[in-house]
């Protein structure tokens, strides 16, 4: 278990080499979220729980995956997860355009069928 402490400690747990989950109720304070309202707009598999120490003995505390960490980053309003969200627009614009897809082209995402042709005027 790893713990970062940015104002309020976060701890993380590695479920398998290189995969690390952080304790949902961290995070939820952390951000200013409510631990139970997140797990409910949450995808299942981005959940799970792991017995951790707490002060009460061994307990089973629900952790999220990374996926899971940036979808409940993205639901807060706190300063610090605005500058994150910033941060990783940055880099998805940096990365859009390495690969040359213009800005316009990022909605094409949204049509799953690729049924509606760009047209230029």
């Known amino acids: 278990m790893k ?3 940015f104002g309020h400690e976060i701890r993380f747990v590695e479920k398998s080499p290189g995969e690390w989950w952080a304790v949902l109720s961290d995070l939820s304070t952390a951000l200013g979220l409510v ?4 797990k409910q707009r949450l995808p299942k598999e981005v959940l799970s729980k792991h017995p951790l120490p707490t002060t009460g003995g061994i307990q089973e505390m629900l952790i ?9 980053v993205f639901e807060s309003r706190k300063k610090e997860a605005k500058d994150f969200k910033r941060w990783v627009k940055q880099l ?3 990365l859009r355009q390495s690969t040359g897809l213009e800005g316009f082209q990022v909605f094409r995402m949204l049509d799953k069928n690729k049924t509606h042709p760009i047209r230029t005027q």
Do not use: D, F, H, P
């Not at 631990?35 to 997140?38: E, G, H, L």
């Open 92 to 94: 998805i614009r940096e």
């Open 35 to 38: 631990a139970k309202k997140i």
């Open 64 to 72: 999220v995956n990374e996926y899971g960490i940036y979808e409940t």
């Open 3 to 5: 713990v970062i402490n």
